[in-house]
């Protein structure tokens, strides 16, 4: 598998190489004919040209993900380096998390706090305990309440995309139909939450994330018996991934979410038909019919005042969702690339 990842990236890589090879050549030419002209120009141009070639790579490399560490750092064990580091990927992450419009003032307080105590204990010359300990501060009082904060805010949308499966997959009496459907979904859940834990998140980290937590969810699904719908169980690995402070642990993840979910079942939310799902590879139950006119549900509406029967109904009102004008794109480029220097500046300032 590896050999064929590496050989999708060579496939990717070499039209980029073909066209930066046209871009260095068609550059020397021009700096050639600038030269001939105007000697003194010349190397301001190859300069200008240059930098124009590698801003974007730059600002690439700059806003993806950083990379995860490769093992979790266990009280009184790691060097000065290794906590270090792990300071670092704390300050980023909590870049990251600020960047949620909808996040409340409070929770928003206690990350700017975090990165306060962050930043003054990496200035004063620490050493490997008060690293040790600040980042134990930081998990327990920033870290945590927002991945319980992340799903308490849109674990419902989450459970709106269970119910959507659940419909459609009434109409579909194939099994391999229905595996499918629940692949969509699963893989849906997984990209929509991390979009919504970390809205900086490139689409190809955004892919990633997608699949490896999709295919998991799917496989922990069916060997823990299906105590958790596997979207839910996307979404919530998801909330997990977008935490690059630690390692990906695939095999000791389900264990921790379905412990959390037994443990805290108020304030995981799963959606009321969540329990019912219909596992890949069995029959899907009838659709139950409603029972007449005398049913619980439309006695539940009628209500009864001064000897009189009301019926309760629904009032619709027509809401109008403001639309933002779509910009240029040059526009877009240049509010890309001045986000790209004000976060290099936060990132290299606070946390280097």
């Known amino acids: 598998m590896e050999r064929v990842r590496?050989?999708?990236a060579r496939e990717r890589r070499l039209p980029v190489y073909w066209w930066l090879g046209l871009l260095v050549l068609t550059g020397s030419v021009l700096v050639a004919v600038v030269y001939r002209h105007w000697?003194?120009?010349a190397l301001p141009t190859a300069i200008?040209?240059?930098?124009t070639w590698i801003a974007p790579v730059l600002a690439q490399r700059s806003l993806a993900m950083p990379r995860r560490p490769d093992k979790t750092l266990a009280p009184g064990r790691g060097s000065f380096a290794d906590w270090k580091r792990q300071a670092q990927l704390l300050g980023r992450l909590l870049l990251y998390y600020e960047d949620e419009p909808a996040l409340p003032p409070d929770l928003r307080g206690r990350l700017q706090v975090a990165r306060g105590d962050l930043r003054d204990t990496l200035r004063a010359h620490p050493l490997r305990d008060d690293l040790e300990r600040v980042v134990a501060r930081v998990i327990q009082n920033a870290v945590i309440p927002m991945k319980i904060w992340q799903w308490a805010e849109f674990g419902p949308r989450i459970s709106e995309l269970v119910r959507q499966y659940e419909a459609e997959t009434l109409a579909l009496a194939e099994r391999d139909a229905r595996a499918l459907a629940l692949e969509v979904f699963v893989e849906r859940a997984a990209a929509e939450m991390s979009r919504h834990c970390l809205p900086r998140m490139q689409e190809r980290e955004?892919?990633?994330c997608a699949l490896e937590c999709s295919s998991l969810a799917i496989l922990s699904a069916q060997a823990h018996g299906n105590v958790i719908h596997p979207i839910e169980l996307a979404a919530m690995f998801a909330v997990n991934w977008c935490d690059f402070t630690e390692p990906w642990r695939p095999a000791l993840l389900p264990e921790l979410v379905i412990r959390y979910h037994q443990e805290h079942p108020d304030s995981w939310r799963p959606s009321p038909a969540a329990g019912a799902a219909v596992a890949p590879g069995e029959e899907a139950p009838p659709p139950s019919r409603p029972a007449g006119p005398d049913s619980s549900d439309i006695a539940g509406?009628?209500?009864?005042?001064?000897g009189k029967r009301y019926r309760r109904v629904r009032v619709r009102r027509?809401?109008?969702?403001?639309?933002?004008?779509?910009?240029?794109?040059?526009?877009?480029v240049l509010l890309s690339f001045g986000q790209w220097v004000r976060y290099s500046l936060r990132a290299w300032t606070q946390f280097h």
């Open 6 to 8: 590496q050989a999708a």
């Open 39 to 41: 000697p003194d120009l």
């Open 48 to 51: 200008l040209l240059a930098a």
């Open 206 to 208: 955004r892919l990633e």
């Open 301 to 306: 509406r009628i209500v009864i005042r001064n």
């Open 318 to 332: 027509k809401r109008s969702r403001s639309r933002t004008a779509r910009q240029l794109p040059v526009v877009n």
